[in-house]
């Protein structure tokens, strides 16, 4: 059988967080490939390498050395519309509503949801996964 | 009721307003009458129309504001009100001192007058004058003043109608009365108006010059003094002189009079008892345009037997003398009868009388007025008056209009004081209704003479005499208002730029670009626009450090909130696992749940080390730097430098003057986050130095390690707050070079870092040179 999501991209500098969401999504058999990032560097780093799509991207926002938001900046400027494909929802504990303010502007961004992630959210990505092809 | 209120008002307003139309046609009718050319008018009219156009103008203004009380401003009524009260002062002060200036008849109510005391309480204008202010207040004052007002109004009430009634000396408003009143209307309108009023810049100017001008207006006044009482002493002896000199006309008159009586008193023919003989011998003797010879027998009831006047033998009248004819008989003598009806002409006539010796015959040769009246009106000067009068005051001659007056008596007023001594002179009596100087003198014969000096006239040359004075005073104090304006505008001007610019500064506006010219003035302006940029500058860092503590708040909230989310996953996953037997992820996620917590303690301590440090003004010591970090900081971080096998070495450190538990955050955090981002393998070395300063200003302190080095990317981003570099699996929190850069920047200095990957860290704590201690 075929999981909803063929890869997954999850971006969170915290290891338990991390943990914890891949536990998850094997747990649901949402995604055939989860590809996980303590830093988002890292994640472009992968991106550049490996030019294949990415059907679904769980983003943190506040991550050392680059944001969630400075990634998605620095991914569409350097992938484009190969990017823009993606399902980017941004994972957060933030309260600050400039923090969600900004997010409403990028229009990647499909989704804010707030950290512990749950089964609900995790079926809504892939009905946006679906939804978007 | 707030209507029946507003009714009264209303009614108020309405009668406020009559009062005030009525007093300001007053006001015009005493202008036109004092500005008319038409002769004065007479009487009670002439006194109300003789004010002065001052007190017209203090009527005027009265009126004004009632008529006006709700379209002037208040403080233009307040400021005029103050001018008309000072300058009514003024006037009656001058007044009441007996102070002649000259242009006192522009002030005084009726001109400069010789009795002041008298004057005061029968100016009908200074009357109306207290009327007006009195009914002004009564209306327009409030509950606790009306009072005051009201009794003023009737005071002066009774003032105008004693005037308007020409009470002369009206005694029962006498000086002391009159001052009270000044003295109430002034703190009747101290009270109501101002309260105290607050001193303005002009005020205190004009009060300098005023002052400094006083001194010669009192030289001024105090001449145009002395030259009035010169005049009055000189009219004085002029007045005697006249009364002398028809005094000398009279008696010697008389005497020649006399004479002939007593010659024809013994005529034979009369002894002889012949009086036709007489008859012609009388008409002989006597020339008849001179008087007449009348006989009368007072052998039995007295009756005229013989009388030049009419043709021998014709009827002759009843006698008409009996006083003195009775003398006559008693004494023998020649005896002057006082001025009685002529029973052959009807008209005023004296004359002098004798028994003549031997016989029971009174004989009597008349003295015409006539010809006093002529020899008077030849040495009477002009706006004199002279005259004599016979015992009883009953004018025997007069210089002018003479048959008006002559067998009358004359003003009672001036009767009335000759009749007490023998010889005297007064400045205040009427004649014919006119003020005049008044003098007299008692004759051997019994008569006196009298001479009356109009005082207009006396005014008029006195008003001639003081022009020069007067002009010179005018100019003076125009000069002196010009020069306390000049004053007032070159100093107020520039003093209200000033009270502008504070005004600006305490509204906390920015401070208009103006100059005053004058240069402390300027000095003021400037330091007020300096502090206000200060004042915006400490604004704007205030406002940014509200916005840094609110966005810490969050920023600490969000970092708090963050692991216990995690946890609650994290057990709540274990216990799933636990349940399912699945050991070895429960023991993964118990090791990351402790690391979430272990991180959690770690920012809690940050945080409250922040609130503890952070923008709080503690008190400031001498401190050793060198001395704080071997001693303190570095026990502090004993166990990191042991775990790490860290170099430290400090060199020697500036001694400066700050908060301890500030230095000691600084070097901690410096100190460790060169410790913990060493090169892998590779043993710390940390070197804290004074460092070679890039300004004199500036007092370096350098922080370096030999560890994995900084990108040059993210140089700012350290020090901002929350932010780090690296992945959890390292202890941070993120607070830490926030942390060294608020505190450094509390004491106005600055930190910067000096790195790249691999080749270590140079922390470069900049502070300013005024924190070396001395």
């Known amino acids: 059988m075929t999981a909803p999501i063929q890869t997954l991209m999850l971006i969170d500098d915290n290891e338990a967080d991390t943990f914890l969401c891949r536990l998850m999504i094997e747990e649901a058999g949402l995604a055939d490939n989860l590809l996980v990032f303590n830093l988002a560097e890292d994640a472009l780093a992968y991106l550049r390498a490996n030019p294949g799509p990415i059907d679904a991207i769980l983003l943190d926002i506040r991550m050392p050395r680059m944001s969630g938001f400075e990634f ?10 190969t990017f823009a494909k993606a399902v980017i929802v941004m994972l957060t504990t933030s309260l600050d509503m400039n923090d969600k303010m900004r997010a409403e502007q990028f229009g990647v961004i499909k989704g804010y949801f707030e950290k512990p992630l749950s089964q609900t959210q995790l079926e809504t990505i892939a009905a946006m996964v679906s939804g978007s092809q | 009721m707030s209507q029946a209120i507003s009714q009264r008002q209303g009614r108020r307003d309405l009668a406020s307003h009559i009062a005030g139309y009525v007093l300001c046609a007053l006001a015009a009718t005493i202008l036109l009458g004092w500005l008319s050319p038409l002769p004065p008018l007479a009487g009670r009219v002439a006194s109300l129309a003789a004010p002065g156009p001052v007190s017209a103008f203090c009527i005027l203004f009265a009126g004004a504001s009632l008529a006006a009380e709700d379209r002037l401003p208040a403080r233009i009524v307040a400021r005029l009100g103050w001018l008309v009260w000072g300058i009514g002062a003024l006037a009656l002060a001058l007044d009441l001192l007996r102070i002649d200036v000259g242009f006192a008849g522009w002030l005084v109510p009726g001109g400069p007058v010789p009795d002041a005391t008298a004057r005061f309480g029968t100016a009908p204008a200074t009357g109306i004058g207290f009327v007006a202010g009195g009914a002004a207040l009564a209306l327009r004052a409030d509950e606790r003043l009306r009072t005051v007002a009201l009794t003023l109004a009737a005071l002066s009430a009774l003032i105008a109608a004693t005037a308007l009634a020409d009470i002369p000396r009206f005694g029962a408003i006498p000086l002391p009365t009159g001052l009270a009143l000044l003295v109430m209307n002034g703190a009747v309108l101290i ?19 005023l002052s400094a001008l006083l001194p010669p207006l009192v030289f001024i006044a105090s001449q145009a003094r002395r030259s009035t009482q010169q005049r009055l002493a000189q009219l004085e002896r002029d007045s005697h002189d006249f009364a002398g000199r028809i005094g000398d006309i009279v008696e010697r008159r008389l005497a020649e009079r006399a004479a002939l009586l007593r010659a024809l008193a013994v005529a034979p023919a009369l002894k002889a008892g012949d009086l036709a003989a007489f008859y012609a011998h009388a008409k002989a003797a006597l020339d008849p345009a001179e008087g007449v010879v009348v006989i009368t027998d007072v052998s039995s009831s007295p009756r005229i037997v013989l009388s030049t006047a009419v043709p021998y033998g014709a009827p002759l009248p009843e006698p008409n003398e009996p006083d003195a004819r009775r003398q006559a008989m008693a004494s023998g003598q020649v005896e002057l009868s006082d001025v009685f009806k002529s029973p052959f002409t009807g008209g005023p006539v004296a004359s002098l009388l004798m028994l003549a ?10 003295i015409r007025t006539q010809w006093f009246n002529e020899q008077f009106a030849a040495i009477t000067p002009s706006g004199w008056i002279l005259a004599v009068a016979d015992r009883d005051g009953v004018l025997a001659g007069r210089s002018r209009d003479p048959d008006k007056w002559v ?14 001594n023998d010889k005297g002179w007064t400045r205040s009596t009427v004649v014919e209704g006119t003020p005049v100087f008044f003098a007299w003198q008692r004759l051997p014969s019994g008569w006196t003479a009298l001479t009356a000096v109009n005082e207009s006239d006396f005014d008029l040359v006195a008003h001639r005499q003081t022009a020069t004075i007067s002009i010179a005073a005018l100019v003076m104090g125009v000069l002196g208002l010009l020069f306390a304006t000049l004053t007032a505008v070159a100093i107020g001007r520039p003093l209200a730029r ?17 100059t005053s010219h004058i240069r402390e003035i300027d000095d003021v302006i400037t330091a007020l626009r300096t502090g206000a940029k200060a004042r915006a500058a400490a ?13 810490f708040t969050y920023a600490a909230s969000h970092d708090l909130k963050a692991p216990t989310s995690t946890l609650q996953m994290v057990f709540s996953q274990m216990q799933t696992r636990l349940g399912a037997g699945d050991i070895k992820t429960a023991h993964e996620l118990a090791r990351l749940g402790l690391g979430s917590v272990v991180r959690m303690r770690e920012l809690l301590g940050k945080v409250l080390e922040y609130s503890r440090v952070v923008d709080k003004e503690r008190i400031r010591e001498e401190l050793d730097l060198r001395t704080l970090i071997v001693d303190e900081v570095l026990a502090d971080l004993n166990q990191q430098v042991i775990e790490s096998g860290a170099q430290v070495s400090v060199g020697e450190l ?46 370096s302190i350098s922080v370096k390690d030999n560890g994995m080095g900084i990108p040059s990317q993210f140089h700012a981003r350290i020090f901002e707050m929350f932010q780090r570099l690296h992945t959890q699996n390292v202890a941070g929190t993120g607070l830490g070079l926030f942390l060294c850069m608020r505190i450094i920047r509390f004491y106005g200095g600055n930190i910067r870092v000096v790195s790249a990957p691999e080749q270590g860290a140079e922390f470069i704590v900049e502070l300013p040179q005024a924190m070396r201690a001395q």
């Open chain 2, 191 to 209: 009270r109501r108006d101002l309260a105290w009023p607050r001193l303005t810049l002009t005020m205190v100017l004009g009060a300098l010059v």
């Open chain 2, 654 to 699: 500036p001694v400066i003057y700050g908060d301890r538990v500030h230095f000691r955050a600084l070097f901690q955090n410096l100190l460790a986050n060169a410790m913990k981002y060493g090169k892998p393998g590779v043993a710390p070395t940390v070197s804290v130095l004074a460092s070679q300063t890039r300004a004199a200003d500036t007092l």
């Open chain 2, 539 to 551: 604004e704007t860092a205030l406002r940014a450090r509200e916005e840094d503590s609110r966005h």
């Open chain 2, 407 to 420: 067998g009358r008596r004359g003003s009672t007023a001036a009767w009335a004081l000759a009749s007490r």
């Open chain 2, 357 to 366: 010796p031997g016989t029971n015959y009174v004989v009597r040769i008349s």
């Open chain 2, 498 to 514: 000033l009270s502008a610019a504070a005004t600006a500064f305490g509204r906390g506006a920015e401070i208009p670009p103006i």
């Open chain 1, 72 to 81: 998605i900046e620095a991914a569409l400027a350097e992938f484009g519309s």
